[in-house]
Structures are given as C-alpha cells and as structure tokens.
C-alpha cells in the first residue's frame, strides 16, 4: 500500500490564520519529501521540498518541518488567504529512486472568508 | 514561459475501445512523466522517460497501456484496451534540474478520462 498518508482529509481555516498540513511516511529510506499544491481543474504545483537531512525549511509564506523520529512532515502555511485553497500532497522520493515521486492521498485545504 | 501541453483535456470511450493522449513538454526539459490520479487520491507514476529513454515503467499495466517518446520531446500515452478502472485523470509532467530543485515537477492541466 501507500508508504505515504495524511492524516486529515479536510481542514478549514479562516482567512489570514496560520494552516498546519500534516504527512506521516513510514519509508525510511526516502531522501526527499516534497508538498505539491492542486487547484480543481489543474495539474499539481510544486510548493517546497526538504531534504531528508533537514528538519526545517522555509519558503515564501511556508515552512515544511521534517520529524524523523515520528515519521511526520507537516507544511505551515502563514497567513492563509483565498487562493491557498486547494488539495495539498505531500510525496517522498526514495533514495536512489531516479526521482520517482510516490504522493499520498491529499488533503483539501478550505480558506473561509 | 509555456507550460507544459496536453489534449484533449477530456475524453470520454466505452470500455474495449482505444484511447491516445500527447503532451508536449516544457521546451528544453529532458524528463517526461505520465501519472494517473484516480479521483481522491495522488498521482500515480505510469512512466519516467530521460530524452526518449524510459527510465521506470515499473508501475505501467504493459499489457494494456503504452508509451513513447520518439524524438526525445512529445510523448503519447495508449491505453488498449480501455477497461472502467482506466477511469482518471492522465497527467503530464516535466523537469529540468539545472539551476532548480531536482524534485520540481511541472504538470500539465491533465486528460480526464471516462470509460463507460
């Protein structure tokens, strides 16, 4: 089955909130993990990625934080707005995978107003 | 600058009938990706080229779906024949690692695919 899950599938936040996304994996041997954002309608939108080597990384608006220990990988996004609203996934790339993703189900972000 | 191209953007067969989709990649990128997304759930990858070379096929059912890439650039993807859990959305990626993270996908729009 799938290496890689989400816990929730749906989460709402209000408008100018902090979201918090959250991943488990369970392959060790994964060297990259990565959150892809998709709008309806639209192909998948690289977000950020993080090396296993990590545990933090920040983008513009976003921060993945990468727990080796539990397994988890979660995406904060600051001051959510309307356009944030979409299916996030996280992925991971196994090592020596020649950039082979394996996504997880997803989660639906909601951004109320 | 242009993204990456797919057609049709929705295709709709009866089961046993033959379907083809093309996509056209970012100019320049030398790996092509198609995925499968079934509806509620991630993609899926079918198969990885570098140039006109498969790099993972492994997920590929080869005894009905088929893909090529012959000069290196677009690519087609067949399923024959169609069977209803073809259901999905194909979709089309491409990356260039030079300068950019190498996990860094670009998708196309997608081929939503209805087999009845």
């Known amino acids: 089955g799938e290496s890689v899950g989400l816990h929730l599938p749906t989460l709402s936040v209000q408008e100018g909130d902090n979201s918090i996304i959250n991943c488990a994996y369970s392959n060790s041997a994964s060297d990259y993990f990565i959150w892809y954002k998709q709008e309806s309608g639209k192909g998948p939108q690289f977000i950020i990625d993080?090396?296993?080597?990590?545990d933090k990384r920040q983008g513009q608006r976003v921060t993945v934080l990468l727990n080796k220990t539990v397994k988890h990988l979660s995406l904060q996004i600051a001051a959510t707005q309307p356009g944030d609203s979409a299916v996030y996934f996280c992925?991971?790339?196994?090592?020596?995978?020649?950039?082979?993703?394996?996504f997880g189900t997803g989660t639906q972000l909601k951004v109320e107003l | 600058e242009a993204g990456v191209a797919q057609s049709p953007r929705y295709k709709i067969i009866e089961k046993r009938q033959s379907v083809a989709f093309w996509c056209n990649p970012i100019s320049g990128h030398a790996t092509l990706y198609w995925y499968q997304q079934i509806l509620g759930q991630g993609p899926k990858l079918l198969i990885q080229f570098q140039n006109n070379g498969v790099v993972d096929d492994s997920q590929l059912p080869k005894d009905r779906f088929s893909a090529e890439r012959l000069k290196g650039v677009d690519s087609t993807l067949k399923i024959q024949p169609a069977k209803l859990e073809d259901s999905a959305v194909y979709l089309c990626a491409s990356s260039f690692y030079r300068g950019q993270s190498p996990m860094k996908q670009f998708f196309g729009p997608g081929t939503r695919l209805t087999v009845l």
């Open positions: 993080i090396r296993s080597n990590m």
């Open positions: 992925a991971e790339k196994l090592t020596g995978g020649g950039n082979k993703l394996t």
